[in-house]
């Protein structure tokens, strides 16, 4: 199987930043998109970013030119600098990686456990 460790949430003031990392680990042959999404208390899990195995990017009109995307792929880890945070900004923060286990070669998708970003204004 695989598993995804995150890190990195916390309490922040806004205009400030945070990093998450999110690294992967098990029986991967190769992960192809890595991606975080977020999810604010009574809404929906939302797509942030998400970053391709050939470093394609994309992200949500929210956090444009703010958070930045980013992946080594030799660590199997996806990171996400965010910066100028906001107060909506709050929210559970999930990695999820799309990976090809090895030997069979299946495709599966993986949520990290969440890690709770808290902005105050």
């Known amino acids: 199987q695989v598993q995804l460790v995150e890190s990195g949430g916390g309490l922040v003031q806004a205009g400030g930043s945070l990093r998450l990392s999110c690294a992967a680990s098990g029986s991967i042959d190769s992960i192809n998109t890595m991606a975080w999404y977020r999810q604010a208390p009574g809404k929906q899990r939302d797509m942030v970013a998400t970053i391709t195995s050939i470093g394609s990017t994309n992200y949500a009109d929210s956090v444009k030119d703010r958070f930045t995307i980013s992946r080594d792929t030799a660590k199997n880890t996806v990171y996400l600098q965010m910066s100028s945070l906001k107060p909506e900004d709050t929210a559970v923060y999930y990695c999820?990686?799309?990976?090809?286990?090895?030997?069979?070669?299946?495709?599966?998708?993986?949520w990290g456990q969440g890690t709770l970003v808290t902005v105050s204004s």
């Open positions: 999820n990686v799309t990976t090809r286990v090895r030997v069979t070669l299946r495709l599966l998708e993986v």
